[in-house]
């Protein structure tokens, strides 16, 4: 049984299982009257035209693709989804100009987020993180990155992880799992910060990886948070354990974080508002893939974005997520992220859909498996109410998901 899309205005396929940089960027490989034919759980046939009819079997199932933009399902490379309570109260802060590092130091932020975390059972985080990933899915989301960082002790950085596999195993969504231990100093730790790296270092990146439970391991380098010299020694450490690495880089400030992701060939450098020169060539120079957060650069108010023009000139592979989190980017929504990249950072609609689709699969290497309509690949696709890829992000601020396609099923049809 399969199901075949046929006559679809706008075939966007990113085909080619790389990571996509300079003009490669600008292509994402549309193919007009396009047809994509997909057999149990995988993508057979891709093509333009009538081509799609040899290959019809009784009981597919034959959507008509007149009127919409079919894309590969949105892969989003960087959240915090799983975590409980809410932090609407900061709101007035930020808007009285206190800063995000200095709300963290007053013990709000991410450290009000892990009192209300380390408080909860595995089945209501589970709950919690469930829901978003249904509002993911319903906006074209079919892979996410899930960090862990809201426990900071080993119990609750377990608990995190464990829901991470609970919802791959339990969700349509794909969850990739990354152990972020070194998101905050925790408030037992604040006076003694070495001695919780080296539980980070000496007792929870074993456990973690011994017990299987993340797939890479990533940190918050940042004025005020954990130091370039700290991330270094919890980097190595992590892939002394065989972890793959991630780097939340130069968010807030230049700490030459960007320049730390090169030297150590990092899979990927998240963030990146405030990368220098000398930091964006060594993402370029060491094919370390850019995660871009332009939500997050909005909602933290800097009133600046990530250079996202001059990295992709310079030859970096840009990818674009969420961040979904509590306090800096609470949205589920890739499309609203495709605004602000967009009118943010000036990206084209091929460089965004290209940054969330192949090269967001790179990020957390998924390459070989999502990210492209290609012959092969899994049967992940979404479909959208837009009669091209321009008018997707023409038309901002609502949803326009009509249908999206989770390994062969239909599971979203609005
Ligand atoms: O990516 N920067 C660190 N972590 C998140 C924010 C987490 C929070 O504020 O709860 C981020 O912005
Ligand atoms: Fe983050």
Redesign the pocket.
Same mark, same amino acid.
Not at 325 to 329: E, K, L
């Given at each position: 049984m399969g199901i075949i899309i046929k006559n679809i205005d706008c075939l966007v396929t990113c085909e080619g299982s790389y990571r996509k940089k300079k003009e490669e960027m600008k292509d994402a490989k549309i193919i007009e009257n396009g047809y994509v034919v997909v057999k149990e759980e995988n993508i057979v046939a891709v093509g333009s035209g009538e081509g799609y009819k040899e290959y019809i079997t009784q009981g597919d199932t034959i959507l008509d693709g007149r009127g919409k933009t079919v894309t590969p399902g949105l892969v989003d490379p960087h959240t915090?989804v799983v975590y409980a309570g809410s932090r609407e109260r900061e709101l007035p802060l930020k808007l009285n100009k206190v800063g995000y590092i200095e709300i963290l130091k007053m013990g709000g932020?991410?450290l009000s987020?892990v009192e209300n975390t380390r408080k909860a059972s595995v089945e209501e985080l589970a709950g919690e993180a469930r829901k978003r990933l249904d509002i993911m899915l319903n906006h074209g989301t079919t892979t996410v990155e899930s960090k862990s960082?809201y426990g900071l002790d080993l119990e609750s950085e377990e608990k995190i992880l464990k829901v991470n596999q609970l919802l791959n195993e339990s969700h349509p969504i794909d969850v990739v799992s990354t152990f972020m231990g070194a998101?905050a100093i925790p408030k037992e730790y604040k006076e003694n910060r070495q001695e919780f790296i080296r539980i980070i270092n000496e007792e929870m990146i074993p456990y973690i990886s011994e017990h299987k439970l993340a797939e890479f391991v990533d940190c918050?380098c *940042?004025e005020g948070v954990f130091t370039t010299e700290e991330c270094k020694n919890i980097l190595e450490i992590g892939r002394q354990h065989g972890l793959k690495l991630k780097i939340?880089a130069d *968010?807030v400030e230049s700490v030459k974080g960007a320049e730390l992701a090169g030297e150590l060939k990092a899979t990927t450098a998240e963030?990146l508002i405030a990368a220098s020169d000398d930091g964006i060539k060594a993402l370029a120079d060491n094919d370390v893939v850019a995660v871009l957060?332009p939500s997050?650069a909005f909602y933290l108010m800097l009133g600046k974005y990530a250079r996202a023009r001059e990295m992709i000139d310079k030859g970096v592979a840009v990818a674009l997520a969420t961040?979904c989190?509590?306090?800096?980017?609470p949205t589920e929504s890739l499309q609203n992220v495709m605004t602000f990249a967009c009118f943010g950072m000036r990206m084209f609609p091929e460089e965004i859909i290209n940054a969330m689709t192949i090269n967001a699969a790179c990020a957390i290497d998924r390459e070989r498996s999502v990210g492209s309509i290609e012959p092969g690949k899994k049967a992940d696709i979404a479909m959208f109410n837009s009669k091209n890829l321009n008018y997707l992000i023409y038309h901002f601020g609502i949803n326009s998901v009509d249908k999206v396609i989770k390994n062969g099923k239909i599971v979203v049809e609005r």
């Open positions: 915090h932020g991410i987020t960082g998101h918050f *940042e939340h *968010e963030h957060l997050t961040d989190n509590p306090g800096t980017s």
